[in-house]
């Protein structure tokens, strides 16, 4: 499998990188919902949530980790996560991401739909 997300996380198609090891890179959005608005993509293709195997615990438990590292280093002291699952979650890639979402300075624009 080579989709889009798998070209990017993998540095055939270039991004602008925050963060990057063997298991996962972490790049700008191409169309920002927030100030910081980062993508933390796996760089093994799966999916969705939805589409997780027993086995893919540490991958899960890595990308959550390195954002919150990522967002340490951006210096936000608060921010959102979120999956989106399938195309009624609004997922439109199909390959697993976290968005990584901050940097609002207040509540009303904190209101984001990723
Ligand atoms: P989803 O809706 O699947 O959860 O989120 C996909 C995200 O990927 C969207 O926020 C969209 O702006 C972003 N995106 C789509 N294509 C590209 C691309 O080619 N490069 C980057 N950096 N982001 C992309
Ligand atoms: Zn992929």
Same mark, same amino acid.
């Given at each position: 499998?080579?989709?889009? %997300?798998?070209?990017?996380?993998?540095?055939?198609?270039?991004? =602008?990188?925050?963060?990057?090891?063997?298991?996962?890179?972490?790049?700008?959005?191409?169309?920002?919902?927030?100030? @910081? !608005?980062?993508?933390?993509?796996?760089?093994? !293709?799966?999916?969705?949530?939805?589409?997780?195997?027993? *086995?893919?615990?540490?991958?899960?438990?890595?990308?959550?980790? @390195?954002?919150?590292? @990522?967002?340490?280093?951006?210096?936000?002291?608060?921010?959102?996560?979120? %999956? *989106?699952?399938?195309?009624?979650?609004?997922? @439109?890639?199909?390959?697993?991401?976290?968005?990584?979402?901050?940097?609002?300075?207040?509540? =009303?624009?904190? *209101?984001?739909?990723?």
């Amino acid at each position: 499998m080579s989709c889009l %997300f798998c070209k990017i996380a993998s540095g055939e198609i270039p991004s =602008e990188t925050f963060y990057e090891d063997g298991d996962v890179r972490v790049f700008k959005d191409i169309n920002p919902k927030a100030p @910081v !608005h980062l993508l933390v993509v796996p760089k093994l !293709h799966i999916q969705s949530i939805a589409h997780l195997a027993t *086995n893919h615990g540490d991958v899960v438990a890595k990308i959550i980790y @390195v954002a919150k590292r @990522v967002a340490a280093d951006q210096g936000l002291t608060g921010y959102k996560l979120v %999956f *989106n699952v399938g195309r009624e979650g609004g997922q @439109v890639i199909d390959h697993l991401h976290l968005h990584l979402l901050g940097g609002w300075g207040s509540k =009303e624009e904190r *209101n984001v739909d990723v």
